[in-house]
């Protein structure tokens, strides 16, 4: 398969290895996202050793690796290396003054049983290695590990880095590459369930329609997502269970802390430790209203990840009936005749992925600093909850977005409530712009308004896609 995406972070790379010189390259993120994709990637046309680390010991870590460096140089006869320290010595004075790319992947795997691996590199690299042209890449999966014991101020190896990138999953455009020959609404309808991770849309089948894919991926004990997030829960956390009980609750209804607490039978406090760490994975996200500060008692949970989104949603509750072969039923039943409303917050997400890529190359009437959802009452006197699907803000100048996945075509109805639930926001929307997000198009009626206002904007399904 072609290399899909990470164009700008490869060339990043590209960059520091035409600078010639020492390098530290600190890669991490969650696993599938498609780090060891990226560094094949970048090591094809150059000298270079890659070694993926395995869950052994020391001893057994180093003899494996010994033996890439010894099948790279050649040599037959040495002895496996004693420790980290010659090795790398050993690849160091071989080189001289060529350039090599030494990868090692896992890492936190060799540094598990032996947290002197740090101490050991901070020593090479401050009395040899920054003499020399080595470029030396750190890649880890634990993120917590990289983030505190590579990156942490209090890590041996702090300061030392030359670069670094935390790795995410593709948006929704980017995605979208795996997709040829699909509808533009079946390709966002394919990203609602498989999401951003490289694994994961590879497993797209472009000559399969969007439910044989959905059944072919999901709805079968032998496929590829059926126990995924089972399975990445399980490398990734201790205590797996508890957390697959804190998403499967988001994914039924609980938002506020309190209310996922109550329904898993844990403690507030120890909840939102779990909570934290599946933020910190990107399985989760945190929200606030817009504008307001994170420590806001309005503060709801979500599932970030969609394929973890659309397991929890419909494969998760349904796993019974899938293990007894109905999983034909389950997509008619249960997927179907839902998918449209679960699309909802999927099509929002996919709205502010396509803002922020119009506004980092200044292509909107305003270039925002933040932008977010906003829930609140709509008047003093009322007290009615209204909701803002997105509010992109650059100080006092606004753009008010309303999202619709629906089979209706929107009409100026729609552009007079968003105006309204502004006014509910502020007071003062002068300065505002309004773009109205829509699956199907809009009315005549409301195509003409837009044309006479230059603050209405109307977005639909092939400008998102384009």
Known sequence: MAFIGRKSELAS????????????FVLYGRRRVGKTTLLNEFCKDKPSIFYSAEQSNRKLN??????AVFSYYGETTLEPF??????ITYIDDRQGDNRLVLVLDEFPYLCRKDMSLLSELQHLIDHKL?????????CGSYMGFMEKEVLGSKSPLFGRRTGQ?????????TSLEYMDGFTNEEKLMLYGAFGGTPLYLSHIDNSKTFEENIKHEFLRTTAYLYEEPLLLLRQEVVEPGVYSSIIEAIAGGATKSNEI????GEEPAKCL???????????????????????????????????????????????????????????KRRIDPTFSEYMGIVFEKICKEYLLRKNSRGELPIMFTSIGRWWGHSGEKTHTQTEIDLIARDGGDYIFCECKWRNEIMTPAVLNKLKESARAYSKDVKNSYFALFSKSGFSDS???????????ILIGLKDITA
Not at 132 to 137: A, I, S, T
């Open 13 to 24: 790379l590209n960059e520091m290895y035409c600078e010639d010189k020492f390098q530290m």
């Open 62 to 67: 180093l003899e494996k690796f010994s033996e």
């Open 82 to 87: 004693s420790s980290w320290e010659n090795a």
């Open 130 to 138: 920054q003499y020399g042209r080595l470029f030396l890449v750190l």
């Open 165 to 173: 990138l935390h790795m995410k999953t593709f948006d929704y455009k």
């Open 261 to 264: 607490a109550t329904k898993i």
């Open 273 to 331: 430790r779990y909570i934290s760490i599946l933020c910190d994975l990107g399985i989760l996200y945190k929200e606030t209203p817009f504008g307001e500060k994170e420590s806001s008692r309005k503060t709801i949970y979500g599932i970030s990840d969609l394929m973890f989104r659309f397991w929890y949603r419909f494969v998760f509750p349904n796993r019974t009936l899938i293990e007894t072969g109905a999983g034909e039923a389950v997509y």
């Open 446 to 456: 409301l195509i003409e308004e837009a044309k006479n206002d230059s603050r209405i």
